[in-house]
Antibody, heavy 125, light 105 residues
Framework: EVQLVESGGGLVQPGRSLRLSCEAS????????MHWVRQAPGKGLEWVSSINWNSRVIGYAGSVKGRFTISRDNAKKSLYLQMNSLRAEDTAFYYC??????????????????WGEGATVTVSS | VLTQSPGTLCLSPGERATLSCRAS???????LAWYQHKPGRAPRLLIYGVSSRATGIPDRFSGSGSGTDFTLTISRLEPEDFAVYYC?????????FGGGTKVEI
């Protein structure tokens, strides 16, 4: 069974940093791109960042570019999101998601076929 | 930008639901997906590539469209289908989601 488990969320003051982790199991992690998607309270889904299978193709939403860094460790089957200079508007539920396509389909990142249960990030003084 | 309409759809079990997703520019290679999201649950992939159903998705869910106009149809609503539905384009980066359509009783 494919599973994604996020950790590292919590309450943090504005301007501080937080690192989210996502541990994957049940599939060949190294063959798939991965994504971070968030949902702010009362809002819809917002794409945050994606990384392809070999970390060569990475993308960020404009709202987090320059502050957030996505990375992965294929040996540890883990995905990370380093969040710096956090703002109140970064308060959200953060989901880790597996790409549906796989490296045999293409070099980039596409859609999300399996999602974790999410982690809460609250930015407040 | 993806614009979903209507914002809310009020229907009864057994009725047909038609959800719209309009893109501000052509979605490359018809790279469009649909997701179902219920409160407190992880989102669930329904459709990818405009019309391909994801594994385990019942055939009452269908996707159609091309270019800039896409539709998710639920042929006969079941009680478990009442949720928020999002479209997502993956034809170009940045990826993006629509604002969502809430299907409620």
């Amino acid at each position: 069974e494919v599973q994604l488990v996020e950790s590292g969320g919590g309450l943090v003051q504005p301007g501080r940093s937080l690192r989210l982790s996502c541990e994957a199991s049940g599939f060949s992690f190294e063959d798939y791109a991965m994504h971070w998607v968030r949902q702010a309270p009362g809002k819809g889904l917002e794409w945050v960042s994606s990384i392809n299978w070999n970390s060569r193709v990475i993308g960020y939403a404009g709202s987090v570019k320059g502050r957030f860094t996505i990375s992965r460790d294929n040996a540890k089957k883990s995905l990370y999101l380093q969040m710096n200079s956090l703002r109140a508007e970064d308060t959200a539920f953060y989901y880790c998601a597996k790409d549906g396509a796989g490296k045999s389909y293409g070099y980039g990142y596409y859609y999300m076929d399996v999602w974790g249960e999410g982690a809460t990030v609250t930015v407040s003084s | 930008v993806l614009t979903q309409s209507p914002g809310t759809l009020c229907l009864s079990p057994g009725e047909r639901a038609t959800l719209s997703c309009r893109a501000s520019q052509i979605v490359s290679t018809n790279y469009l997906a649909w997701y179902q999201h219920k409160p407190g649950r992880a989102p669930r992939l329904l459709i990818y590539g405009v019309s391909s159903r994801a594994t385990g998705i019942p055939d009452r869910f269908s996707g159609s469209g091309s270019g800039t106009d896409f539709t998710l149809t639920i042929s006969r609503l079941e009680p478990e289908d009442f949720a928020v539905y999002y479209c997502q384009q993956y034809g170009s980066s940045p990826l993006s989601f629509g604002g969502g359509t809430k299907v409620e009783i």
